[in-house]
């Protein structure tokens, strides 16, 4: 995440030395089995002894130490802040624990054997992130082959097929503002497509998706190498504020350390420092414990979920904070941990808030082990699912709730199955339409429900959805079987198989006519007092 000069790797690496040196002296080491334990409770102790902190400052002085620039510290800081929950996880320490963690927040790390479907959900979420940060943006991620040679999709929440259609394109200066940045190494702006050269082989691809604009930042990795190229595009002429530009070249940096993590364990091992900022800040619980379960550190994440403050949370055996109906199943997961019978787990389990409160978790669990294979100390990623606890329990109880809001909402929901087109629907859209429950249409009839001036858009739009995957919202007018008109909302979706086939057309029906009789009123008030 940030590239250090051999010079200043040189400087950094004397202090590691210098630091653990210092531990050894003050008496940690023969208190603790690992360096990175001892240093750990140093530093803890540091925060709170002035006396030690005066010893540390001396010891500095005396070896003449210099740290890592604070501009780039700085740098670091800044990544944290606008993307805390990715790149703390990214920087994870423990293969199996992350891996767990991905199966909730849909985030691959760690693994050198990360299958595509994973990398592209880390790339997705990053994606997601930097169009909330930018407004009305949309971005897309372009992976570049390993042979550097073609484009590959990365990710794109907001581009449809576009990315697909870019997937295996050649790259080359010439080849879209993507390409240009790829070749180049550097950024490239495109503040106008339609009079851009770059794109002029792209142009109808840019205008079938209402690109207007594009800026393009590669990912580099350590030695300078593409690894994918980060592109924001506007749907209307416009080029990048510095501010703009300040937050896509640290996303692109992100991008490019979470690629080289799927890519190659070694080339992307961080230092402990990088380590315990990830950790101090990650919007997750995570707990560092001994492997006879003491915590050696908590970060401010878990310390919230549980009431207490991190100096509270210091020495304190999980098993006590567990509820007393979880901890048989809690020991027997632990001890087959410790034996070496299983690398990790996942439990579900109740913990004891400072309060007395129960706390709903979901634990991710994995045993850090020394190069003999001895427990070296226990990962657990805590994700708080107490409000989800009481969600599932609030849904089981609001089930008959739901169908009275239906029916007073006038809301109903529909389905066609293909390739068939077999009708199925919901009481309410029996209702709508003036039809007693469990009444049953055709396709045809279901259309033919719509006035005849309206019957062309739905049925477009039905049919775009079937071939494209094209969603719609209408508002248009019917006839119930009674003969009356009404106006209804019309919603649908398409539904695929794990394939990607659309197998089925779902969506919802409204009934809406009091709301437009009542915006009819208004437009006739207004329009007397005008």
């Given at each position: 995440?940030?590239?250090?000069?051999?010079d200043?790797?040189?400087?950094?690496?004397?202090?590691?030395?210098?630091?653990?040196?210092?531990?050894?002296?003050?008496?940690?080491?023969?208190?603790?089995?690992?360096?990175?334990?001892?240093w750990?409770?140093?530093?803890?102790?540091?925060?709170?002894?002035?006396?030690a902190?005066?010893?540390?400052?001396?010891?500095?002085?005396?070896?003449?130490?210099?740290?890592?620039?604070?501009?780039?510290?700085?740098?670091?800081?800044?990544?944290?802040?606008?993307?805390?929950?990715?790149?703390?996880?990214?920087?994870?320490?423990?293969?199996?624990?992350?891996?767990?963690?991905?199966?909730?927040?849909?985030?691959?790390?760690?693994?050198?054997?990360?299958p595509?479907?994973?990398?592209?959900a880390?790339?997705?979420r990053?994606?997601?992130?930097?169009?909330?940060?930018?407004?009305?943006?949309?971005v897309?991620?372009?992976?570049?082959?390993?042979?550097?040679?073609?484009f590959?999709?990365?990710?794109?929440?907001?581009?449809?097929?576009?990315?697909?259609?870019?997937?295996?394109?050649?790259?080359?200066?010439?080849?879209?503002?993507?390409?240009?940045?790829?070749?180049?190494?550097?950024?490239?702006?495109?503040?106008?497509?339609?009079?851009?050269?770059l794109w002029?082989?792209?142009?109808?691809?840019?205008?079938?998706?209402?690109?207007?604009?594009?800026?393009?930042?590669?990912?580099?990795?350590?030695?300078?190498?593409?690894?994918?190229?980060?592109?924001?595009?506007c749907?209307?002429?416009?080029?990048?504020?510095?501010?703009?530009?300040d937050?896509?070249?640290?996303?692109?940096?992100?991008?490019?350390?979470?690629?080289?993590?799927?890519?190659?364990?070694?080339?992307?091992?961080?230092?402990?420092?990088?380590?315990?900022?990830?950790?101090?800040?990650?919007?997750?619980?995570?707990?560092?414990?001994?492997?006879?379960?003491?915590?050696?550190?908590?970060?401010?994440?878990f310390?919230?979920i549980?009431?207490?403050?991190?100096?509270?949370?210091?020495?304190?055996?999980?098993?006590?904070?567990?509820?007393?109906?979880?901890?048989?199943?809690?020991?027997?997961?632990?001890?087959?941990?410790?034996?070496?019978?299983?690398?990790?787990?996942?439990?579900e389990?109740?913990?004891?808030?400072?309060?007395?409160?129960?706390?709903?978790?979901?634990?991710?669990?994995?045993?850090?082990?020394?190069?003999?294979?001895?427990?070296?100390?226990a990962?657990?990623?805590?994700?708080?699912?107490?409000?989800?606890?009481?969600?599932?329990?609030?849904?089981?109880?609001?089930?008959?709730?739901?169908?009275?809001?239906?029916?007073?909402?006038?809301?109903?929901?529909w389905?066609?199955?293909l390739?068939?087109?077999?009708?199925?629907?919901?009481?309410?859209?029996?209702?709508?339409?003036?039809?007693?429950?469990?009444?049953?249409?055709?396709?045809?009839?279901?259309?033919?429900?719509?006035?005849?001036?309206?019957?062309?858009?739905?049925?477009?739009?039905?049919?775009?959805?079937?071939?494209?995957?094209t969603?719609?919202?209408?508002?248009?007018?019917?006839?119930?079987?009674?003969?009356?008109?009404?106006?209804?909302?019309?919603?649908g979706?398409?539904?695929?198989?794990?394939?990607?086939?659309?197998?089925?057309?779902?969506g919802?029906?409204?009934?809406?006519?009091?709301?437009?009789?009542?915006e009819?009123?208004?437009r006739?008030?207004?329009?007397?007092?005008?």
């Amino acid at each position: 995440l940030v590239r250090l000069t051999d010079d200043e790797r040189r400087r950094y690496e004397a202090c590691d030395v210098a630091y653990r040196t210092f531990v050894a002296e003050r008496g940690y080491r023969e208190r603790y089995d690992d360096a990175t334990t001892a240093w750990k409770v140093f530093m803890a102790e540091t925060r709170r002894s002035p006396a030690a902190r005066r010893a540390f400052r001396a010891f500095r002085e005396r070896e003449g130490l210099v740290t890592l620039p604070s501009a780039k510290l700085r740098e670091t800081e800044r990544l944290l802040r606008l993307f805390p929950a990715e790149t703390a996880l990214i920087f994870c320490g423990s293969a199996d624990a992350a891996e767990r963690v991905s199966r909730r927040f849909a985030i691959p790390m760690i693994t050198a054997h990360t299958p595509a479907s994973e990398r592209k959900a880390l790339l997705d979420r990053i994606a997601r992130a930097m169009e909330q940060t930018l407004g009305s943006a949309r971005v897309a991620i372009f992976l570049v082959d390993p042979d550097g040679l073609r484009f590959r999709h990365g990710a794109a929440p907001q581009l449809g097929d576009y990315t697909a259609k870019i997937d295996g394109v050649p790259i080359g200066a010439e080849v879209g503002t993507c390409g240009a940045a790829i070749v180049a190494r550097r950024q490239v702006i495109s503040a106008d497509l339609e009079s851009d050269p770059l794109w002029k082989d792209l142009l109808p691809l840019a205008r079938e998706h209402r690109l207007r604009a594009c800026w393009s930042t590669p990912a580099l990795d350590i030695d300078g190498k593409p690894l994918a190229t980060f592109a924001v595009y506007c749907d209307h002429p416009r080029a990048p504020t510095a501010e703009e530009l300040d937050v896509v070249n640290r996303a692109a940096r992100l991008v490019a350390v979470a690629i080289q993590r799927v890519r190659s364990i070694e080339a992307l091992r961080t230092s402990e420092a990088t380590f315990r900022e990830a950790f101090r800040d990650a919007a997750i619980g995570i707990v560092m414990a001994a492997p006879e379960g003491p915590i050696i550190e908590a970060n401010a994440a878990f310390a919230r979920i549980l009431g207490y403050t991190q100096e509270e949370l210091r020495g304190v055996d999980l098993r006590t904070l567990t509820h007393p109906d979880d901890l048989p199943l809690n020991v027997t997961l632990r001890e087959e941990l410790l034996s070496g019978r299983r690398d990790s787990y996942v439990i579900e389990k109740r913990y004891r808030s400072k309060m007395g409160d129960s706390v709903w978790v979901r634990n991710s669990v994995a045993m850090r082990r020394d190069a003999a294979g001895r427990p070296r100390n226990a990962i657990i990623v805590t994700e708080d699912i107490t409000r989800q606890k009481m969600a599932e329990e609030e849904l089981r109880q609001s089930q008959a709730l739901l169908q009275v809001a239906s029916r007073m909402g006038q809301l109903g929901g529909w389905q066609v199955r293909l390739p068939d087109r077999r009708m199925i629907w919901s009481e309410q859209v029996s209702a709508i339409h003036g039809l007693p429950p469990g009444a049953n249409v055709t396709f045809d009839e279901a259309i033919a429900s719509y006035v005849p001036e309206c019957r062309p858009a739905i049925r477009d739009a039905f049919e775009r959805c079937v071939a494209e995957g094209t969603a719609w919202d209408l508002e248009l007018e019917m006839t119930t079987v009674q003969g009356g008109r009404i106006w209804v909302r019309s919603i649908g979706e398409p539904v695929r198989d794990e394939a990607g086939r659309i197998v089925a057309v779902q969506g919802a029906l409204q009934d809406i006519s009091e709301r437009r009789r009542a915006e009819a009123l208004l437009r006739e008030s207004e329009s007397r007092f005008q």
